[in-house]
């Protein structure tokens, strides 16, 4: 990071190559539309703010945090309008079938019917879910990525499962 | 043990944060309550669904877009304070300056087939270093970060955060590889941004020059060396995409013109082209791109 600060581009491309996916996977869960939009907007965050680096944390969280800030925000900032999944009609809260019982559980249908869930959580359960679940972070990374207790990271997960879980019932009914 | 707490109890056991008391419990409400039974099912097939999400593959060429764009825009949303220093020559003398650039880079060219070999070597990367070394031709003064500004020599290393300085009303050019050169204008400055190495060959990939003042010609063969400068100014990123281009600066203001190929230019929020025969005048809100006059044309 030392040498990124310095302008060091081979650095800072060394960086690009070993975390862009781990980024992209958050970003794209997140907001898969402007995932590479995301992706970009941190790294250049990173680039940018190389210098305040302390190495009290991994580089790897301090790019996540980066990254959570940068999706954060540009959910703030988006002028479309989202749904939250608790006002969405009872009717429609399940995701639609198409594909036969067998192809379900592991095929595309249930991931798309995931991600699309994932969508509809409010912003901070579903990066909770994000970090905990798809990227497999302990709670005390999640807890100092988010600047929340471990045990609001654990409710916040908690929820967006339940509302997941819902959500997807009928691709979880054996 | 309440029904509300067994899905939280399940998801608990999941992290392995259950006591055996606990686990107790709720293998107990479970054999006893048929509702929580088959939520707590269903919670478990979710639970390993989420075992088989498979991580996602970047699109291809992405990190290569994010290091270009973030080089790009580095150095546009870096806004200075300074006041600009007042420039001498006229941005609208583009034919003084198209003969001058051609003149110099005709000259760079001379060197280059004078020096052979060697002068070729000089001036690729060293992959040990990582310092790339520019032949000039003309007055150019130069100033490495934190240091003292001198006359450069006929072959000089150049490093991030760099100055160089056109010496004398003669325009200078600098050749920044075989196929790249960049022409100074009578009182111009510009600063060498990061310089990126690519990582087969040892040879620059990309090298950010930020236009402090004055007027910088670009001559690049892109047809051998694809894209590997950006100009920045304050109000946009220049990347060539095949071209021979100048860029101006005024206070508050970026004029680009394209004699050959096309630019893509980078603002905040927004990248669009100026091709050949074009101009674009930038300020910080708006861009207007014109066809250019013929005495604004810039020639070889």
């Given at each position: 990071m030392k040498r990124i600060a310095k302008g060091d581009g081979d650095a800072f491309a060394d960086l690009v190559r070993r975390y862009t996916r781990m980024l992209y996977n958050v970003a794209y869960r997140y907001n898969a539309s402007a995932a590479e939009d995301l992706v970009q907007e941190s790294f250049l965050r990173a680039f940018q703010h190389a210098?305040?680096?302390?190495?009290?944390?991994k580089v790897s969280s301090w790019l996540y945090r980066i990254c959570v800030n940068v999706c954060l925000t540009h959910m703030g900032r988006a002028s479309l309008p989202t749904s939250d999944i608790d006002d969405i009609p009872e009717a429609e809260m399940t995701a639609p079938i198409t594909d036969s019982p067998e192809k379900r559980v592991e095929g595309r249908e249930t991931f798309k019917a995931l991600e699309d869930g994932l969508r509809l959580l409010p912003s901070q359960e579903r990066m909770v879910f994000i970090l905990r679940?798809?990227?497999?972070?302990a709670y005390s990374e999640i807890s100092s990525i988010l600047g929340i207790t471990e045990q609001a990271a654990r409710t916040n997960l908690h929820r967006a499962k339940r509302r997941l879980q819902s959500w997807l019932s009928p691709l979880l009914t054996a | 043990m309440e029904c509300s707490e067994a899905l939280d109890f399940l998801y608990e056991s999941f992290d392995g944060q259950l006591t055996p008391t606990q686990h107790s419990l709720l293998d107990a409400h479970r054999r006893t309550c048929f509702a929580c039974a088959n939520t707590l099912a269903r919670a478990e097939r979710f639970q390993e669904l989420l075992l088989k999400v498979p991580q996602l593959v970047v699109p291809r060429g992405l990190e290569d877009r994010i290091i270009e764009r973030v080089f790009a825009a580095s150095f546009v949303t870096s806004k200075r304070t300074e006041t600009w220093r007042s420039l001498v020559?006229?941005?609208?003398?583009w034919r003084s300056l198209g003969y001058g650039f051609a003149t110099a880079a005709a000259a760079v060219g001379l060197i280059l087939l004078s020096r052979g070999a060697v002068q070729q070597a000089a001036m690729t990367?060293?992959?040990?270093?990582h310092v790339l070394v520019a032949a000039v031709n003309g007055d150019i003064d130069l100033q490495p970060a934190g240091g003292q500004m001198s006359q450069a020599g006929p072959s000089v290393p150049i490093e991030p955060g760099d100055s160089l300085a056109s010496a004398s009303a003669e325009p200078a050019t600098v050749a920044l590889t075989p196929n790249l050169a960049i022409t100074l204008a009578a009182n111009t400055h510009v600063r060498v941004g990061m310089v990126r190495f690519d990582e087969?060959?040892?040879?620059?990939a990309t090298i950010a020059v930020r236009v402090e003042s004055g007027t910088l010609g670009i001559r690049e063969n892109t047809a051998v060396d694809p894209g590997r400068i950006h100009v920045a100014t304050d109000q946009a990123s220049i990347v060539p995409t095949g071209t021979v281009f100048a860029v101006g600066v005024k206070p508050g203001v970026t004029n680009v013109v394209v004699g050959e190929g096309s630019v893509a230019v980078f603002v905040p929020g927004e990248t669009f082209n100026v091709l050949a025969g074009s101009e674009a005048r930038i300020t910080a809100d708006k861009h207007v791109v014109t066809k250019i006059k013929p005495n604004k044309r810039i020639t070889q």
């Open positions: 210098g305040t680096f302390s190495g009290r944390s679940e798809l990227q497999g972070l | 020559e006229s941005f609208t003398n990367h060293n992959p040990v270093q087969r060959t040892g040879t620059p």
